[in-house]
């Protein structure tokens, strides 16, 4: 038992860069893509978040979108519905949350985080521009903890996450946007039990 219990408290000290602290709802997202599905948990102390995030996917918002941004050892964007076939009209910016929440907003390999506009002089995010797109982080970023809102976590799928993470794309700007040059299909997201 004890020799049980040492793993346990090694493997949480020294091993463990995916374990995060949030409080996780146990309403799991799946996301059926051209190359695998990915499942992920919500939060529950993210609720303007996760509550956007559940509402789009129930709307069929993200059904058919691509992932138009992917950078590799860092992380994989999509969300953006004028990528696929939704004519719901354009989706309402939300409040961030992170500023509440900075201790317990690191963005770590695994999580998913609101995505947003970002200045075009500075290039810096824009408070409170948050609406459907998201990214999964592939490694920790440090640099994004206090700018963008975690909200979940990759569950499983986190294989596929890292394929798509090493796709060929058009190049970083200014020569390109970090799109894959052939597409990867958010075909389907769903809440599941």
Do not use: C
Not at 9 to 15: D, N, R
Not at 25 to 35: H, K, P, Q
Not at 43 to 59: A, E, H, S, W
Not at 108 to 123: L, Q
């Amino acid at each position: 038992m004890a020799v049980i219990a040492l793993a346990v408290v090694a493997y949480t000290m020294l091993g463990n860069d995916n374990e995060t602290t949030e409080e996780v709802s146990g309403d799991l997202v799946l996301l059926e893509t051209s190359m695998g599905n990915i499942t992920i948990e919500l939060r529950t102390d993210m609720p303007i978040t996760t509550g956007n995030f559940k509402n789009l996917v129930q709307q069929g918002v993200y059904d058919g979108t691509i992932f138009h941004r992917v950078i590799a050892d860092f992380m994989i964007q999509g969300g953006d519905p004028t990528t696929g076939s939704w004519s719901g009209g354009t989706v309402s910016n939300i409040q961030d949350e992170y500023s509440e929440n900075a201790d317990n907003n690191k963005h770590v390999r695994g999580t998913i985080a609101m995505a947003k506009t970002s200045n075009p002089t500075t290039g810096q995010p824009i408070e409170d521009s948050g609406s459907s797109q998201f990214f999964i982080n592939v490694k920790y970023s440090s640099h994004l903890d206090n700018s963008y809102t975690v909200f979940g976590e990759v569950v499983d799928g986190m294989d596929v996450v890292d394929r798509i993470s090493e796709v060929s794309t058009d190049g970083d700007p200014p020569t390109g946007a970090n799109k894959p040059l052939e597409d990867v299909t958010l075909i389907r997201a769903q809440l599941i039990d």
